[in-house]
Nanobody, 124 residues
Framework: QVQLVESGGGLVQAGGSLRLSCAAS????????LAWFRQAPGKEREFVAA????????HYADSVKGRFTISRDNSKNTAYLQMNSLKPEDTAVYYC?????????????????WGRGTQVTVSS
């Protein structure tokens, strides 16, 4: 069983930064893809960024390119999402997801493992 635990969310002013962490346990994550999704109130869950555990291939949503950076620390089984130049429209619950059998561009429905989410609120 895979467990994913997000942390690092909070309240920040527009233009500020946050770093989210996703600690993974329960499995060896070689060949896994780990992704961040977000869901704002009344909206569907949307893709933010993804990285594969080996090789570090990354993929980003157009809305966050140039502002967000996904990375991972294999020794800690942890992935990160560095979020800079935050905007009020980035406000959402951010979820970490993992799966072995997806590509970095996969949609949410293809991921088997999910964390419980961490709230990010950006004030204007």
């Amino acid at each position: 069983q895979v467990q994913l635990v997000e942390s690092g969310g909070g309240l920040v002013q527009a233009g500020g930064s946050l770093r989210l962490s996703c600690a993974a346990s329960g499995r060896t994550f070689s060949n896994y893809v780990l992704a961040w999704f977000r869901q704002a109130p009344g909206k569907e869950r949307e893709f933010v960024a993804a990285i594969n555990w080996i090789g570090g291939n990354t993929h980003y949503a157009d809305s966050v390119k140039g502002r967000f950076t996904i990375s991972r620390d294999n020794s800690k089984n942890t992935a990160y999402l560095q979020m800079n130049s935050l905007k009020p429209e980035d406000t959402a619950v951010y979820y970490c997801a993992a799966d072995r059998w997806v590509s970095v561009g996969a949609r949410a429905g293809l991921y088997d493992y999910w964390g419980r989410g961490t709230q990010v609120t950006v004030s204007s």
